[in-house]
Structures are given as C-alpha cells and as structure tokens.
C-alpha cells in the first residue's frame, strides 16, 4: 500500500470522507494511507460526554496540530438546568460543560466553521451555559437544537456569528415571553441555507429575531400544513436568489382545508415523505396538488421526490404506500406542456432494519419498473428519473446525493 501514487491515496480516501468508522480503519494500515485518513478523521469532533472531552484533551496534548485540524465540532451540554429551582444547574451537565470549557480554553479550536450545539433544556440563561471559547468561533454554519429557548435571546446567540451562512434550528422549541423587551433590530445575517420547523417561524416573523437576505436554500421540516401561511411569506425572497426548496413529510391532522403552497419559482423542489403511510400518501397528494394549482411561470427544472416504504417484501406492497390515484395524477400533471423543462426524479430508499430480512436487488428492481410503468408519459418524454437503494441507517445517505 506504502507504494501508491499519492494522488490514488488521496481520491481513496477523500470518497471515504464522510464515513469515519472507515477512516478510523484506515488510520491503522500504511503510512500513506494513515497520514492522510487522520487528517480527514480529526477535520470532525464530538464531544458528547465528559469522557469524549477528556480523550479529546490527551489527544490535543500528544499532537498539537490536532486543534487546527478541527473544522467541524459537535458538543451536547445535556440539561443544563431543570427541576423545582431553574437557578440551580443540573451537576452532571455543569461538570461537562467546567470540562469542555478547560479543554476549549487549554487547546484552542481556531478553525471551527461548523458547529452542532445541543443544550437540551435551555431556559432564559442559556448563553451563559455555553462555553465561552464557542462563543466567538468563525462559524460560517450553525446547528442549535435545544427547549425551551426564550425568544428574545436567540438573536443574542446569532449576533456572536456574523459570518453565518447556514442556519439549522429544526430542533429547537422558542418560548414566548409576554413582557419581553422589544428584540434589537440589529441581527442581520446573510443566511444562504435555512432549515426551520413551523414551530419557531411564527416567532421568527412576528418578533423579528432576525432578518435573512441572500436566502439559496430553504428545509422546512416538522410543519403542519394548517400554518403555511408563514412558510409562504418565507419562500417570497425578493432577492430572488432562492434555489432549493427541501419540504419535509409535512402533517394534517384536522379537516380543514389544506393550503397549497406557491412554489414553481424555485429551480430546485425536494419532497421528502417519510416512512408513516398515512402520511406519506397525504404529503405527495398534497405536493402533486400544488405542482398543479402553481401560478405565473414554472421555473422548477428539477424534482425529487425521497420515498421510504413500509411493508412486506412483495411486489404489491408500494402500490399500497402510494395508490394508483397518486401516480396518474403525478404523471399527468408533470407531462402538462407548462412542466416541458421539469425532470421528475423519484428516489426510494428501503431501511434494512425494518424488514426480517435485507432487501436485495431483484426487489429495487422489482420497485425500478413498476414507478416506470406508472409513469408512462414522463417515461417516454426522457424526463424521469428513478433510484433505489438499500439504507444502512437513514435517508441522510440518500440526501447528499441529491444536494
């Protein structure tokens, strides 16, 4: 292995990347491929615990280039306070956070550009909990998931990352405080990529927290259909420089009439709809109606539509997921003369865990024909597009494929 071209080991391992069980292999075999493999495997870190934070300290003590290495770091506080009296912090969360403050200050993360902050139950001091040293990090992309955040200090969060370029707060719940003061202003960023839940947009918008321009990509995950009303108002970008639209399996649990969303102006449309039928079959009837009802000009060149089917391993199982009412209607919708430029991509990932036994090819096959058959007219306008593939974990390994 030692006598490999350089540039062979390089492209080896730069597709081994994003796997780091694989690096962690690789760290142990040649000296070429070592070198390199480390290099990528210490670009993450995780410290989740206090024993993760103390192997990371003996690490950065033992090689000193290993902090500079570090681009991308995951850090989970826990609760940090709960119980009958919110001053008082949770003991095991403050000794992770006195450890991970020590290791932060003793052995400086300088190019840490992404960060994955989970606080677990925040409350109205959570900045305070945050280990200083992360505070003034370059991140150009944030993950908070965190409860019970107050309003009116989210912005307090942000304002320390004017270079934020992406912006994930799926996971956090926003509490609305009464008699809060009036939010500054102030916290403007120029967000590219923004993934946001239903949850916490409505108090995005009416408080204010914070005001996005240059907005590229958009996830809207965990939302009910009932309050699209403010995913509009986010999809009207008068910069017009959004590209990608990811909606995640949206939910309907009520009767009444479900709102469409004005979406055609976005080159790039993703649905996602996960394994729940019931909701899956509501969440592509949904979209299939607002792809139709659209108005003005289609400027989607592109759809995926990620499906992940429940059932036994037969070949009748998908025609249960999606009925045969689905198909036509998409079919015919996406062969109108408007969709001429739009090529339909259908992505359909089996999760092994969930059947007694793997999945094997003849039924991605099996799957393969029978969308095409269902789609007879996109089929033979050349523009559909179908993959399946077996998931070892979750559709995230399907997703950067598509992104």
Not at 91 to 114: D, I, W, Y
Not at 122 to 144: G, M, N
Not at 171 to 177: E, G, L, P, R
Not at 212 to 229: D, E, M, P, V, W
Request: aromatic fraction near 8%; glycine fraction near 4%; charged fraction near 20%.
């Amino acid at each position: 292995m030692d006598t490999l071209p350089q540039e062979l080991v390089d492209a080896i391992v730069d597709i081994l990347a994003d796997d780091r069980r694989s690096l962690c292999a690789l760290c142990s075999v040649s000296r070429s491929l070592h070198s390199q493999a480390r290099v990528h495997f210490l670009r993450s870190a995780r410290l989740w615990t206090e024993r993760s934070v103390l192997a990371f300290h003996d690490s950065c003590t033992l090689s000193p280039e290993i902090p500079n290495l570090v681009q991308n770091l995951s850090v989970t506080l826990g609760v940090l306070r709960g119980g009958s009296d919110l001053r008082v912090p949770n003991a095991g969360a403050a000794k992770l956070r006195t450890s991970l403050e020590e290791q932060l200050l003793s052995h400086p993360l300088p190019n840490v550009q992404a960060l994955r902050l989970e606080l677990g139950c925040a409350y109205d001091d959570y900045i305070s909990d945050i280990p200083t040293p992360l505070l003034s990090c370059p991140l150009t992309s944030l993950t908070l998931k965190a409860r019970f955040v107050y309003s009116s200090h989210l912005p307090d969060l942000l304002r320390h990352y004017p270079a934020l370029r992406y912006l994930d707060v799926s996971n956090t719940s926003i509490c609305y405080m009464i008699q809060e003061e009036e939010v500054d202003q102030g916290v403007v960023l120029s967000i590219e990529d923004l993934s946001i839940s239903s949850y916490i947009l409505p108090l995005c918008l009416d408080k204010q927290l914070f005001a996005i321009h240059a907005l590229r990509s958009i996830k809207l995950a965990s939302f009910q259909l009932t309050g699209l009303h403010e995913c509009q108002w986010l999809l009207e970008n008068p910069d017009g420089a959004l590209q990608r639209l990811h909606i995640h399996q949206p939910l309907h649990q009520d009767y009444r009439p479900i709102p469409k969303l004005e979406m055609l102006h976005v080159p790039y449309l993703t649905l996602e709809a996960r394994r729940n039928d019931k909701f899956a079959v509501m969440s592509v009837k949904w979209f299939i109606d607002c792809l139709e009802s659209g108005q003005g000009p289609v400027n989607t060149s592109r759809i995926n539509i990620l499906l992940t089917p429940s059932g036994k391993l037969d070949g009748s199982f998908f025609e249960r997921s999606v009925d045969e009412h689905i198909w036509t209607s998409l079919d015919s919708t996406m062969t109108a003369p408007r969709f001429a430029a739009t090529t339909l991509c259908i992505w359909v990932g089996y999760a092994s865990f969930w059947y007694p036994k793997k999945p094997d090819a003849d039924l991605l096959e099996i799957t393969q024909r029978f969308i095409c058959n269902a789609l007879p007219g996109l089929r033979s306008a050349n523009r559909l597009e179908v993959h399946c593939k077996v998931l070892r974990y979750s559709f995230d390994e399907v997703i950067h494929l598509i992104e």
